[in-house]
C-alpha cells in the first residue's frame, strides 16, 4: 500500500496520560501536516513540515503538543498531560511541492491518512 | 476573520435527486477552494481544487463551481455510494499552508 499510514488506529488512555502517534507519508512527498478533527466538525490545521523543518503551527498547538519529523519521512505527534479535550481524530497528510510535480500537485492537494483516533477517559 | 461554512449540515435525498451543496467562504486573497470526500471513520479524500471565479471542474456525477464568495458542489442523479461528508477547504494569502475548512455536509443517498 502506497498510501499515509497512521498508528496506532485508536488510541484509549487516561487523563494525565502521554501518548504518540506516528504517521508514514506517501514516500516521495516532502510536506506532512497534522491535523485534528472532532465529531461533526472539520479538519482543523495544526502544524506542517517541508523535509524535516517545522515550518508553520497553528495556535491549537499548545505546549503540551509537539511534532517531529527527524529525517523528513515519518513524523511523530506527541501529546504530553493529555487532556478530555484532547479527544478527537488526529489525521496526517502528504502532498509534494517543487520539482517535477509542481504542475500537477497544488498545495491543497492532500492526501489523508485514515486518522488516529484518541479518547481520553 | 477567515471563515468557511458549508450547508446544509445534513441533506436527505432519493437515488436519482439532484441537489447542491453549499460554501460561503471570507478570506482573504483565495488561493485555492478545495473539495473532500470523507467516508466514515476515514480520512479525507480529494476531490477539486478551483482557483478562479467561473471556474467549473466535473466528475462523475460531481461538478464543482467557484463565485467570488462561495462554491457549490452539485451532485446529478446521485446513487446511495455518493452518500458521504462533503468538506470544502479555503486556502488564502496569508494562510501559508494552511486549509482552512468548513463543517461538512453529511449527505446521505436512500435507494
Known amino acids: 500500500d502506497t498510501g499515509v499510514s497512521q498508528n496506532p488506529r485508536h488510541k484509549i488512555t487516561k487523563r494525565g496520560q502521554n501518548v504518540t502517534f506516528r504517521c508514514d507519508p506517501i514516500s516521495e512527498h516532502n510536506r506532512l501536516y497534522w491535523y485534528r478533527q472532532t465529531l461533526g466538525q472539520g479538519p482543523e490545521f495544526l502544524t506542517y513540515?517541508?523535509?524535516?523543518?517545522?515550518?508553520?503551527k497553528s495556535r491549537l498547538l499548545s505546549d503540551r503538543f509537539s511534532a517531529e519529523r527527524p529525517k523528513g519521512s515519518f513524523s511523530t505527534l506527541e501529546i504530553q498531560r493529555t487532556e478530555q479535550g484532547d479527544s478527537a481524530m488526529y489525521l496526517c497528510?502528504?502532498?509534494?511541492?517543487?520539482?517535477?510535480?509542481?504542475?500537477?500537485?497544488?498545495?491543497?492537494?492532500?492526501?489523508f491518512g485514515e486518522g488516529s483516533r484518541l479518547t481520553v477517559l | 476573520e477567515d471563515q468557511v461554512t458549508q450547508s446544509p449540515e445534513a441533506l436527505r435525498l432519493q437515488e436519482g435527486e439532484s441537489s447542491s451543496l453549499n460554501c460561503s467562504y471570507t478570506?482573504?486573497?483565495?488561493?485555492?477552494l478545495f473539495w473532500y470526500r470523507q467516508d466514515p471513520g476515514k480520512g479525507p479524500e480529494f476531490l477539486f481544487t478551483l482557483y478562479s471565479a467561473g471556474e467549473e471542474k466535473e466528475k462523475e456525477r460531481l461538478k464543482a463551481t467557484l463565485t467570488k464568495k462561495e462554491s457549490f458542489l452539485h451532485i446529478t442523479a446521485p446513487k446511495p455510494e455518493d452518500s458521504a461528508t462533503y468538506l470544502c477547504?479555503?486556502?488564502?494569502?496569508?494562510?501559508?499552508?494552511?486549509?482552512?475548512f468548513g463543517g461538512g455536509t453529511r449527505l446521505m443517498v436512500k435507494p
Open positions: 477547504a479555503a486556502r488564502h494569502n496569508n494562510a501559508g499552508n494552511m486549509l482552512t
Open positions: 513540515f517541508q523535509n524535516e523543518a517545522q515550518l508553520e
Open positions: 478570506v482573504s486573497g483565495l488561493r485555492g
Open positions: 497528510a502528504s502532498n509534494h511541492v517543487g520539482g517535477i510535480e509542481v504542475s500537477r500537485v497544488g498545495t491543497g492537494e492532500l492526501f
